[in-house]
């Protein structure tokens, strides 16, 4: 299984990024989905997460700015992230719960991230 996460890069105070997530290989089941940041000598932090039925949450930072969306036929998971902040600046990793079979156990699995810088 990986997951692919692509759309960081630069952008001014106030402007939007959308990061999309695509998982791929032997996949029976995603399950809960989410983004993560790890900003410059911090550690990862939860952004917002969503559920296999669309139930999204967000942590408070972010929340009413950034929206997480998914399509579970794609495999793919999104935060469109608005009214950006240098604060937002960092590392966003996408993570996915995902069965491998029927049997299998369901296991974090995570992207190697994209980054993400606010600055004017």
């Known amino acids: 299984v990986q997951l692919q996460a692509s759309g960081g890069g630069t952008v001014q105070p106030g402007g939007s990024l959308r990061l999309s997530c695509a998982a791929s290989?032997?996949?029976?089941?995603?399950?809960?989905m989410g983004w993560y940041r790890q900003a410059p000598g911090k550690q990862r932090e939860l952004v917002a997460g969503?559920?296999?039925?669309?139930?999204?949450n967000y942590e408070a930072p972010v929340k009413g700015r950034f929206t997480i969306s998914r399509d579970n036929a794609k495999q793919m998971v999104y935060l469109e992230m608005n009214s950006l902040k240098p604060e937002d600046t960092g590392v966003y990793y996408c993570?996915?719960?995902?069965?491998?079979?029927?049997?299998?156990?369901?296991?974090?699995?995570w992207g190697h991230g994209t980054l993400v810088t606010v600055s004017s």
């Open positions: 969503i559920t296999s039925s669309g139930v999204a």
């Open positions: 290989g032997t996949i029976f089941r995603i399950n809960g």
């Open positions: 993570s996915a719960r995902i069965k491998t079979g029927p049997s299998a156990g369901n296991y974090d699995y």
